[in-house]
């Protein structure tokens, strides 16, 4: 399907030189009086390379035929991630390296997006947020509340994000995926 580079999103796949591409980041740029054009930084799906491409915002693009499908992360074992397809139960298991940073937010049981384009797996759209214990942050001193600042916390699957003075280990915080920033604590 074609679109215009006008309708370019974070995340989408694209057919780029005849090859699986997936929008890591877009800016919209209006340059003086230059036309205006969205840079793109690309990452390729067979290599997992990332380039910068600069688009006219009136070009067109093609959109690749991405089908999804909901599938739930079962457990990792060595370099493979498994996964199980709500619908069919049909099992399926994808490479670590393949998916990325994105492995530090799964968790066993979670409901996640699988991006299939001719039957194969190409990547996985995680919850916007993902609630994750703290497994290791610096003890709480008395008055830090005050100075509104943060400290370092280490989250289940490997994650370190700033989380505020009052979060201690053992507490639940919800973590912003996309962004992998601290959102709020979730409980106890």
């Not at 591409?21 to 209006?30: L, S, Y």
């Not at 006219?56 to 370099?79: C, G, N, P, W």
């Not at 700033?162 to 409980?187: H, I, Q």
Request: charged fraction near 25%; aromatic fraction near 8%; include cysteine.
């Amino acid at each position: 399907m074609t679109i215009v580079a006008n309708d370019i999103r974070k995340g989408m796949i694209l057919l780029f030189n005849n090859e699986l591409c997936q929008v890591v980041e877009v800016e919209f740029v209006r340059p003086g009086n230059w036309r205006a054009m969205a840079q793109t930084k690309l990452r390729s799906i067979k290599t997992g390379a990332i380039f910068q491409q600069r688009f006219s915002t009136t070009e067109k693009v093609e959109d690749a035929a991405v089908e999804t499908r909901t599938m739930q992360f079962l457990y990792a074992s060595e370099h493979l991630l498994h996964f199980m397809d709500v619908q069919s139960y049909e099992q399926m298991e994808m490479n670590a390296e393949f998916v990325g940073d994105s492995t530090k937010f799964l968790k066993e049981q979670m409901e996640v997006v699988v991006k299939f384009y001719d039957g194969k797996a190409i990547g996985i759209e995680l919850p916007s947020s993902v609630e994750l214990e703290v497994i290791e942050a610096a003890p709480n001193i008395r008055g830090n509340t005050a100075s509104g600042g943060g400290k370092p916390a280490t989250l289940t699957g490997g994650h370190v994000c700033t989380v505020p003075f009052f979060v201690e280990v053992g507490n639940v915080v919800r973590v912003d995926t996309r962004t992998g920033e601290y959102l709020e604590r979730a409980g106890k």
